[in-house]
């Protein structure tokens, strides 16, 4: 690929005091409530939150979509539609079919007509693995191929910030691993990459940075490793009388402990390290059951909503 | 250069469509040998004209008004996929968008235009080339109006209802344009020298009567031009959400 003029990434993205509100039926919809946000150019970041936590609202006004009611998105130092007219910008917008009676490599090739310096268009749909199906009509796709095709729209314009909202939901496993594999291997040539996702482990494995949303807040950013320590929680549950909560908190792999009546939740960080501790000082734990921390929980921690769980929690 | 490879791949696209365009030309031209073919030679009583004549020009009306608002139909069902908003992340333009869409729509009126003349020359319809040309030229004149108000329409509805909200359109401007039955006096008559599609139709008849537009069917046609063009480009623009 050729190497761009810095001047035109610079700045990377920034996003300050974004707000966007919707009408809906029962009053409005407080969709982004103030977001403050720089991703650097070359950095790989995931925008990681529930349904409904402004993932999209968010992007559609990165990407030009929608224009906010309050505060500033700039990419690389423009506003986004003039980076969208630059051909600096390649999405994959979030659901979505293709067009019918073209063939994918058709379809292809008259997106990258579009930009002033695409990819070749075999090599995109060599990447993508829509080499074999090339001269196929869009509308015989599967629909992980579907999906697949889209992406090649987004990858052909070479674009220098690549967004992609929720790309994998209509994918297989292994569809996700190959999508995962190429969506790196477009990363590592120094393009910035932003992708929405509410799988914990998607933005552990793909990227460098995460940014959690919820409620159109961004409740926490950092690096993934530090994220996942914070959110990556599990849950272990046991019938156990007659122990202090506060006692259990202390124990190695449990970050938070509280009791329901006879029972008893651990929230854990290692939970490996938990249940080992727990079965060695106290054989009476029994009932035990270990279950992964669903992120809406730990956003629901982190957002500090008014909950009597959470209220209750006794830090260690 | 990029918009030409827009426009390329839109025609490509719309003439692959065979159920489109089977319906959308094919029906007045079934229509026209429906009506016209069992007694083509015929006069009309009350007219000089013959069944042929009369009804090739009022169906080349109708059929080309079918075609230019069929591109709503065919924008209803881009955005309902998501490629509308995928083509606004992407640098075409407006303009080469609205270019695309402007002759992909006249491509298939003009074909529906040739297919009935065609009909109309083997059911005897005969004229001087000058009233053809002055004819054909008059009709795509008129057509530019209603070719921005099917993009217009495209950007307003949705799939659902795309169905009644064209059909509903094409009979109300057929109707009161004069192209089902002459609209000779009254307040249809007023009211139809409104609207473009009058203008369609008095195009249409200039193969019959051999007169041209008036001043103010020029002005009629110029304001619709005006006023369903910027509808267009304010519907387009405005249409940036997921339907």
Redesign the interface.
């Known amino acids: 690929m050729t190497a761009q003029a810095p001047a035109q990434t610079d700045g990377g993205i920034r996003l300050n005091g974004l707000i966007k509100t919707f009408r809906g039926p029962h009053g409005p919809i407080h969709a982004v409530r103030g977001i403050d946000v720089s991703i650097a150019a070359g950095e790989t970041a995931a925008l990681l939150g529930p349904n409904g936590a402004g993932k999209s609202t968010t992007i559609?006004m990165m990407?030009?979509?929608?224009k906010p009611d309050g505060g500033t998105v700039t990419v690389f130092g423009r506003p986004p539609r003039e980076a969208?007219?630059?051909?600096l910008?390649g999405?994959m917008?979030q659901?979505?079919?293709?067009?019918?009676?073209?063939s994918v490599r058709?379809l292809v090739t008259?997106?990258a007509?579009?930009?002033?310096d695409p990819m070749d268009v075999d090599e995109a749909l060599e990447v993508t693995g829509l080499k074999a199906m090339a001269s196929q009509r869009t509308q015989k796709l599967s629909g992980g191929e579907t999906q697949r095709a889209?992406f090649a729209?987004a990858i052909v314009?070479n674009p220098e910030l690549l967004v992609l909202d929720e790309p994998t939901v209509a994918m297989d496993v292994e569809g996700r691993r190959e999508f995962w594999s190429i969506m790196r291997a477009f990363a590592a040539r120094g393009r910035t990459v932003l992708f929405a996702t509410h799988y914990l482990e998607e933005a552990d494995a793909n990227a460098d940075r995460a940014i959690l949303m919820a409620h159109g807040r961004v409740v926490a950013d950092g690096p993934t490793t530090e994220i996942k320590a914070r959110v990556g929680r599990r849950t272990l549950r046991a019938t156990l009388e007659d122990v202090d909560p506060s006692t259990l908190a202390c124990l190695p792999g449990v970050a938070s402990a509280e009791r329901h009546g006879d029972a008893v939740i651990l929230s854990c960080t290692d939970s490996d390290q938990a249940i080992r501790a727990l079965l060695e000082r106290y054989p009476a734990a029994r009932d035990i059951e270990i279950t992964g921390g669903s992120l809406e929980e730990a956003f629901l921690e982190l957002t500090g909503e008014p909950d009597d769980e959470v209220s209750e929690l006794v830090a260690p | 250069?990029?918009g030409l490879?827009?426009t390329r791949?839109e025609l490509?696209?719309?003439f692959?469509?065979r159920r489109f365009y089977i319906f959308s030309i094919g029906i007045p031209i079934l229509l026209y040998w429906v009506i016209a073919a069992p007694q083509h030679n015929k006069i009309i009583t009350g007219t000089a004209f013959t069944y042929g004549i009369y009804y090739m020009v009022s169906l080349a009306s109708f059929g080309t008004m079918m075609s230019m608002l069929s591109t709503g139909a065919r924008i209803a069902?881009?955005r309902q996929?998501?490629?509308t908003?995928?083509l606004?992340?992407?640098?075409?333009?407006v303009r080469a968008y609205f270019r695309a869409k402007i002759l992909t729509a006249y491509a298939m009126a003009l074909l529906s235009l040739c297919l009935l003349y065609i009909s109309g020359a083997i059911l005897g319809a005969s004229l001087p080339a000058e009233r053809w040309l002055e004819m054909t030229g008059l009709i795509v004149i008129a057509l530019v109006p209603l070719a921005a108000l099917g993009i217009l329409v495209g950007h307003l509805i949705t799939t659902d209802s795309a169905g009644p909200a064209m059909g509903g359109l094409v009979t109300f401007l057929a109707l009161l344009g004069g192209t089902y039955f002459p609209i000779t006096g009254g307040v249809l008559h007023t009211i139809g020298q409104l609207l473009p599609s009058w203008w369609l139709v008095q195009a249409g008849h200039i193969a019959l009567h051999g007169r041209g537009w008036p001043v103010r069917g020029w002005i009629t046609v110029l304001a619709w031009t005006a006023i369903l063009a910027t509808g267009a480009g304010w519907a387009y623009r405005r249409d940036?959400?997921?339907v």
Do not use: C, H
Request: glycine share 8%; hydrophobic share 40%; net charge positive.
């Open positions: 559609d990407l030009g979509l929608s969208v007219d630059a051909g910008i999405a917008l659901s979505g079919a293709l067009i019918r009676d073209v058709e008259m997106m007509s579009l930009y002033p889209r729209l314009s | 250069m990029s490879a827009y791949f490509v696209r719309t692959r469509n069902g881009e996929v998501g490629w908003r995928q606004r992340i992407s640098p075409l333009s940036t959400t997921k």
